[in-house]
């Protein structure tokens, strides 16, 4: 078939999965061109990833997404580690979402299709890639029908197996984590639907997540069918003898709906940027299925990344913010697979004296309150912040950044110059940056002749956070930059060159 022109304003997608799917709104969101390339003939149907930390809640929050998952999802307020009774307690997270969403990866992809298509992305099935060229202005991508498709960024959210990967050398150094994992989607009759539960014995491990309708998500590890292959079908039969074996009780499974077994590996690129292509998701980063990180990563990578593409094609973005991809997204993955390696070592253990470890982890360390603090932020995702030498934006009138810099923005309500009130992540949703100005009369001189991706926004008050009287904050939600300076005028300038350091003029 003949090449398609090129359309060096576009970005393509390879994988409609949660990442590529969000990427693909962000990107559009951003008024940018967006193709997703997926191999599969259409909207997937069963459930693989299933729970939604409050970090992630909070993003699709920043989008206006929140209450659409929420009326669909099933809030458990705890995770838990593994023996039973120890769990990760989230109501102490300053979050509007302090809990898990479990909810099924069809609807989670369902619902991030639907907005990728609703702001003008393209989603295209039976698309396989199976080439890749790459030039100084375009990437070039072969189909299977021949057709080529080009772009001036390509990112691959292809999964594990990633071909975009693959194809240029781009090294995945790690190892497959041992033992394969039962899930199934069924109903227990003898478990109470409220809240996640967790049990661990010598003979394996469980962990179970309710749905909304009243089944539930059931994972296993069972030590004595831990070497059967992936490929070999879940039965019930084989479900009910794994309770029995690991926890001594049969639960009553029934009406399993969905099942599937799997063998994890961690994984994870030296880069996450490699010229025009980018990687994120499973393509960039894989590890065990322990704390239930690996989709919420991705559709992490995907808020980081979205916004900066948009910029560098719409002309605005200085030369280094499509590096910081990497610079702000690597450690952040980095951190899970070590978290996640952790917490897997530590519930497989076999030996004795590991075993010791592991109860004096479970019952004596993980209850204490700044312990279960400390777990609720990292396993949430709240606690993730960027360095504040991600970009080279400094204050002219302070002589080091702000503490805020770098971090997670704090929910609140503001009262805004005219008395009307609004939630603060309720003025993300069309994509831009944010500056916040407290004060009622507030000069107006920081925000005349703002570039168009920063939005102005007057407060007189703040409830439920302490912002400094200046912040720039990103489309993503994090601080971009601060300032507690009490004059104003230079405050005002101050703000102006942060504005200019972030947001170059097109």
């Known amino acids: 078939m003949a090449s398609a022109q090129p359309e060096p304003g ?26 997703v390339l997926e191999r599969r003939a259409g909207p997937r149907s069963d459930s693989r990833a299933i729970c939604l930390h409050a970090r992630t809640m909070e993003m699709l929050d920043l989008r206006g997404q929140a209450e659409q998952f929420t009326g669909a999802g099933f809030g458990v307020p705890s995770f838990p580690l593994g023996l039973k009774g120890a769990a990760i307690g989230f109501h102490r997270l300053d979050s509007d979402f302090p809990y898990i969403l479990d909810l099924p990866q069809s609807r989670i992809e369902e619902f991030l299709g639907a907005r990728a298509r609703e702001l003008g992305a393209e989603i295209r099935w039976s698309s396989r890639v199976t080439g890749i060229g790459r030039g100084d202005r375009e990437v070039r991508l072969t189909l299977e029908d021949g057709s080529v498709e080009r772009a001036a960024y390509v990112v691959a959210c292809d999964g594990i197996r990633s071909f975009v990967r693959d194809s240029l050398g781009i090294p995945f150094p790690g190892a497959a984590n041992p033992g394969s994992v039962i899930l199934a989607d069924l109903y227990l009759d003898g478990l109470a639907m409220s809240d996640a539960y967790g049990d661990l014995s010598d003979r394996g491990m469980l962990l179970v997540f309710p749905f909304r309708d009243g089944s539930c998500r059931v994972v296993l590890y069972d030590y004595s069918r831990a070497d059967v292959p992936a490929t070999e079908p879940v039965t019930l039969a084989e479900v009910r003898a794994g309770l029995t074996r690991i926890t001594g009780q049969d639960f009553g499974p029934r009406d399993m709906y969905w099942s599937g077994r799997y063998r994890s590996e961690s994984r994870q690129v030296p880069s996450y940027r490699s010229g025009r292509v980018f990687l994120a998701g499973d393509a960039a980063h894989t590890h065990s299925p322990a704390g239930a990180q690996g989709m919420n990563t991705g559709l992490q990578d995907a808020l980081n990344l979205g916004w900066k593409l948009g910029a560098a094609l719409a002309g605005w973005a200085p030369d280094w913010l499509l590096d910081s991809y990497h610079t702000e997204r690597h450690p952040v993955g980095a951190a899970v697979l070590a978290l996640t390696g952790r917490q897997f070592r530590l519930n497989t253990a076999h030996t004795p004296p590991r075993r010791a470890v592991r109860w004096a982890a479970h019952r004596l360390i993980a209850p204490l309150p700044p312990v279960q603090s400390w777990l609720a932020r990292t396993y949430s995702g709240t606690g993730i912040s960027y360095p504040q030498s991600t970009s080279p934006a400094r204050d002219p ?6 503490a805020l810099a770098g971090a997670r923005l704090p929910r609140g309500q503001l009262i805004l110059g005219d008395g009307s009130a609004a939630r603060i992540y309720q003025l993300f949703h069309d994509g831009r940056f944010v500056l916040l100005e407290s004060g009622a009369s507030v000069s107006p001189a920081a925000s005349a002749g703002l570039p168009g991706p920063v939005r102005a926004v007057r407060y007189q008050r703040c409830s439920g956070a302490r912002l400094p009287p200046a912040v720039l904050a990103r489309p993503d939600g994090y601080v971009a930059w601060a300032s507690a300076e009490r004059d104003r005028l230079a405050r005002d300038r101050a703000a102006r060159a942060a504005v200019g350091q972030w947001c170059v003029p097109a």
């Not at 009138?397 to 702000?402: C, E, F």
């Open 10 to 35: 576009r970005v393509i997608v390879v994988g409609a999965g949660p990442t590529g799917l969000a990427l693909a709104a962000e990107i559009a969101l951003a008024g940018a061109s967006c193709l």
């Open 397 to 402: 009138v302070a002589s080091r950044p702000h």
